[in-house]
């Protein structure tokens, strides 16, 4: 029999019976699936140290497999979800391709975190310096939290620009009330357009 005691990061240091425990190896699983492996892992109990196996993907923790699967959904999310969870999407990085949205390549369109705010592609390019979400409206077109809301549960109004106005149906709140765009390209502000682009649904919570 062999003594042991568990130590910083998981590790095992022989002893001997006196200033230690029963040190109890178990067999690894004979039939992991492919894409896992078994990975063994300590465990102290009252009366002994035991080594017990984990079925593991093989490339990373779980936790990252779920984040990995977790950025996959994110791609596929329509803006107003994606706005969501934009902490998963990619930060902005000079000399990555980005794809707009008719891309030839059939790949979805990118979206991207610059400076803590959501951006999506608006044209196929390779980023360099200079060609930041903010400095290029050309490019990019920042998302804002009310485009797509339903309800009133949606974002307070966010001027836009030009590349990124509300669309029909858009819903935001602003000054204490509830609009809705009833115009596509709609950058104009609420309650300040004579009725042209907004359509005036009452006061918030009413």
């Known amino acids: 029999m062999m003594y042991g005691k568990l130590v910083a990061d998981g590790v095992v240091v022989l002893t001997d019976a006196d200033h230690g425990k029963p ?74 391709s980005y794809h707009g949205p008719s891309d030839a390549s059939g790949a979805p369109q990118s979206r991207v975190i610059y400076e803590g705010q959501l951006y999506r592609c608006l044209k196929t390019h390779a980023a ?5 979400p903010t400095a290029a409206p050309s490019l990019w077109a920042k998302i804002l939290p009310g485009q797509s809301g339903s309800g009133t549960d949606v974002g307070e109004w966010v001027r836009p620009d030009s590349t990124n106005g509300y669309s029909t149906g858009d819903r935001v709140t602003h000054n204490g009330r509830l609009w809705e765009s009833i115009v596509n390209d709609n950058v104009d502000e609420p309650g300040t357009d004579n009725g042209f682009r907004w359509r005036d649904l009452g006061e918030v919570g009413a």
């Open 23 to 96: 040190v109890v190896e178990s067999e690894a699983p004979s039939h992991v699936p492919d894409g896992y492996v078994a990975k063994g892992v300590w465990v102290e109990t009252d009366s002994q140290l035991m080594l017990v196996y984990d079925v593991l993907p093989a490339e990373g923790t779980p936790q990252e497999a779920a984040l990995a699967l977790s950025r996959l959904q994110f791609k596929s999310l329509p803006d107003e979800a994606a706005y969501q969870f934009r902490a998963l999407a990619d930060a902005w990085v000079a000399g990555a």
């Open 128 to 132: 360099q310096d200079g060609w930041e």
